[in-house]
């Protein structure tokens, strides 16, 4: 369930800030940019780029098309807004979003190639495509925003995209299940990268997304 009001998220965001720590979900520099839809289509997103020592009074108040009704926010989290923003604007189902440079992930990113479905815990987490990279572009920047707004939009087996040379964009119903699946990502990244060599991994069966999830649906299973 999606929070209702500005104090609620800033909670779960913590809370959220809290699992990527501990799961090795942020690079040495702790940066990580997290936000949470609540209700008239408002936005609490972290107000700074380094959340290593994150608390309920970093975070800003943003309308849903990105200007700041409540708080202040780095200037240089000016360029990040829209990369949140637009995810809101064409996913209803969205409640959350995270961007950051975890490891493996990242390194996806930097070779630009996409992440395959080669990890069951994946589907159960409703991914039914490869988690995709879109072309470089500044960070921030139109041609890079309009890019991230495309895969939400069209691409409703999708909740990730990694942005060449950068690091991963993840959406989800809200601020835990939107870590739980960055964790999952990261982890198949992970895999992916040491079964290379173990001859390298290989996808799952094309059936894989069908039977999932439908045992999903007959054993009342959410992940």
């Given at each position: 369930m999606q929070p209702a009001t500005f104090s609620e998220a800033r909670e779960e965001l913590v809370k959220a800030t809290h699992y990527l720590a501990s799961h090795n979900l942020l690079f040495r520099g702790n940066h990580a940019n997290l936000s949470a839809r609540i209700v008239d289509d408002r936005i609490v997103m972290t107000k700074g780029g380094n959340i290593a020592n994150l608390?309920?009074?970093?975070?800003?108040?943003?309308?849903?098309?990105?200007?700041?009704?409540?708080?202040?926010?780095?200037?240089?989290?000016?360029?990040?807004?829209?990369?949140?923003?637009?995810?809101?604007?064409?996913?209803?189902?969205?409640?959350?979003v995270i961007h950051t440079h975890a490891a493996h992930v990242t390194a996806f990113a930097v070779a630009q190639k996409s992440i395959p479905l080669v990890y069951e815990p994946l589907l159960r987490l409703g991914l039914t495509e490869?988690?995709?990279?879109?072309?470089?572009?500044?960070?921030?920047?139109?041609?890079?925003?309009?890019?991230?707004?495309?895969?939400?939009?069209?691409?409703?087996?999708?909740?990730?995209?990694?942005?060449?040379?950068?690091?991963?964009?993840?959406?989800?119903?809200?601020?835990?299940?939107?870590?739980?699946?960055?964790?999952?990502?990261?982890?198949?990244?992970?895999?992916?990268?040491?079964?290379?060599?173990?001859?390298?991994?290989?996808?799952?069966?094309?059936r894989a997304v069908q039977e999932v999830t439908e045992r999903m649906q007959a054993f009342g299973s959410t992940h």
């Open positions: 608390n309920v009074d970093d975070f800003a108040l943003l309308s849903g098309t990105g200007e700041i009704l409540e708080g202040d926010m780095d200037p240089v989290m000016a360029e990040i807004v829209n990369m949140h923003v637009s995810i809101y604007q064409v996913r209803p189902s969205c409640g959350a490869p988690v995709p990279v879109i072309p470089w572009a500044p960070r921030g920047s139109k041609a890079s925003v309009d890019q991230i707004r495309d895969v939400a939009q069209h691409h409703p087996g999708l909740s990730a995209v990694l942005m060449a040379n950068h690091g991963i964009l993840v959406f989800g119903k809200d601020a835990m299940n939107t870590a739980t699946i960055l964790g999952t990502i990261e982890e198949a990244a992970d895999l992916y990268i040491m079964a290379q060599s173990l001859g390298g991994a290989k996808l799952l069966p094309e």
